[in-house]
């Protein structure tokens, strides 16, 4: 027994291949969602009237004064970052006609909870909408372990799609 | 007709002056906006490296109020955690759990003082490869369902379960190095190599040494397969074999070989956990050779901050006596989240514990917080 675990190891230790926790750099990410045909960012600079309800999605303050974004269409793309267990979380997620087309971690800085990360999680928020009162109208199933990594992840879907119907690319706006 | 034409140029006139105004205009306001994004720059780039500081505090802490039939109602702070976490490099961090238990600890001459103050976690952690990483130093042990996650929201009952508590025996931290990582999406692993338990008379939450001056004649060979391969669901199976659990002090061999294995299944609002765990261990011949325990546990969330919970649980620390000294539970209760890292509980619990013939019934409150 004690030769197999020293045995496995070595394996591990010999066989490790350098790889980063940048799973998209956030610039390719914007670049897919436009196929290349990438609008100029816009701006949604953090009103009083919107931070009262961003502070009740997130839990806390936002930490900047303006959002960027790039929109096209009835479409809005965000790079939105939270922090999970103790580092921030890039994620990018795609709008479009009000619901989430598409939620991607883009970084991943946890030591542990990176499943989060696989399309087995993220597409639970495919064709998720928002309610009137700022909650995702699907629930969403977590990873054990990760709670705080898919919290995070959570408040930043239901922030950008909170975010989007502040832009003109709504379809209420 | 001369006047017409002097009106027509008047107007030209004055309309190159308003152009030229208006021109000017825009360019001051062009200018206005670039100093504002410029400084919301600034001012975003400072906030951002304040935020962002290479050492972390957290914690987590429970108060426990236990009624429970023929002994005196209790009161108890029974942990106040912290973590301190550094981070050297994107890929060198440091990470750290100190515990104070029962709220107090005195210096008394026969150690009967009650509380602990305890060392649970201190490690550092190489991402030596983007989906795997080394540990060094002192960590938990990677078994089980509560070992390594306990924080008081991530869990249903006021007290932890005591399969988890009395055989695995959560929470068991050793010191050592571990390796774990991703093998493919959704499938984990962890191999560690630590120092172990200290018994000799097959007493498994007894043996804990806690790396105090840890006795490592011989060491604690752990191996778990994790699959969390779909949202909502875990399953994951621990082995762990030391040569000798009482670390050469007994004259016969004291093989200890740990098997447990658990699912973890959440579908919308309903859940469901079952867990078992068993030891073999040669050598003796208390009973204690064999120990096991299992337990199942049905969860229904009525709301994202409230849930209901059951859980059936039998262990026994000498499964191999010829009597039965099985210890069965049911408990009963719910959690109520204020807030995602605050918690209220209550349950009611019914042990039947047939080693001592004696039953435990009451109830419990507690309010638990992780930061």
Request: aromatic fraction near 12%.
């Amino acid at each position: 027994m004690r030769t197999l675990f020293i045995s496995c190891f070595l394996f591990l230790l010999t066989h490790s291949v350098f790889a980063d926790t940048i799973f998209k750099e956030p610039k390719q990410f914007i670049d897919e969602t436009f196929q290349q045909k990438v609008p100029k960012p816009k701006v949604i600079w953090l009103t009083k009237k919107l931070k009262s309800p961003i502070k009740k999605i997130l839990n806390h303050k936002y930490r900047t004064l303006r959002v960027r974004y790039w929109g096209q269409h009835n479409k809005t793309a965000w790079i939105l970052e939270e922090t999970g267990k103790e580092e921030p979380i890039t994620v990018g997620i795609i709008i479009s006609n009000n619901h989430i087309e598409k939620v991607q971690i883009l970084i991943y800085r946890e030591s542990r909870g990176g499943e989060v990360r696989y399309p087995f999680f993220t597409s639970q928020f495919n064709k998720t909408h928002l309610t009137n009162d700022h909650k995702l109208d699907k629930h969403i199933d977590g990873i054990t372990g990760a709670t705080l990594s898919v919290n995070a992840i959570k408040k930043l879907s239901r922030l950008a799609l909170f975010l989007h119907q502040q832009t003109p690319f709504s379809k209420n706006h | 007709m001369m006047t017409s034409l002097s009106n027509v140029t008047l107007a030209a006139t004055d309309s190159e002056e308003m152009w030229n105004t208006i021109k000017k205009q825009q360019a001051q306001i062009d200018a206005l906006n670039a100093k504002i994004e410029a400084t919301a720059d600034a001012m975003e780039s400072n906030s951002s490296s304040s935020s962002q500081s290479k050492t972390t505090i957290g914690g987590y802490g429970e108060l426990h109020y236990n009624n429970i039939k023929g002994k005196d109602a209790a009161i108890d702070f029974h942990r106040f955690v912290l973590f301190f976490g550094h981070k050297f490099t994107d890929k060198i961090k440091f990470y750290s759990e100190f515990e104070l238990e029962h709220a107090l600890v005195k210096d008394t001459d026969d150690g009967s003082n009650g509380g602990e103050v305890e060392l649970e976690q201190a490690f550092i952690d190489f991402n030596y490869a983007g989906n795997h990483h080394l540990k060094a130093g002192l960590f938990l042990i990677p078994v089980g369902i509560i070992n390594e996650t306990h924080e008081p929201p991530t869990f249903y009952g006021v007290e932890r379960n005591n399969v988890e508590k009395q055989i695995i025996p959560a929470t068991w931290w050793e010191a050592g190095l571990g390796f774990n990582g991703e093998i493919s999406p959704g499938l984990q692993y962890d191999v560690a190599i630590t120092s172990g338990l200290n018994n000799t008379s097959g007493s498994i939450r007894s043996g804990r040494q806690k790396v105090a001056k840890a006795t490592a004649e011989d060491l604690a060979y752990t191996a778990r397969i994790k699959w969390t391969g779909v949202a909502g669901m875990e399953f994951a199976t621990t082995l762990q074999y030391q040569t000798d659990l009482s670390q050469g002090a007994s004259t016969t061999a004291n093989s200890a070989l740990l098997i447990e294995a658990h699912a973890i299944v959440n579908m919308g609002k309903f859940g469901i956990k079952a867990l078992y765990a068993q030891w073999d261990i040669d050598g003796l011949s208390n009973g204690a050779e064999e120990q096991n325990g299992y337990y199942i546990e049905p969860t229904f969330k009525i709301t994202d901050s409230f849930g209901l919970f059951a859980r059936l649980s039998e262990y026994d620390k000498t499964a191999a006596s010829s009597t039965d000294t099985s210890v069965e539970q049911f408990d009963i209760g719910f959690n109520y989240w204020p807030h995602e890292n605050v918690v209220i509980k209550f349950d009611y619990q019914n042990q039947d514990n047939n080693a001592s013939n004696s039953t435990a019934k009451g109830y419990n409150l507690g309010v638990g917080y992780n930061f």
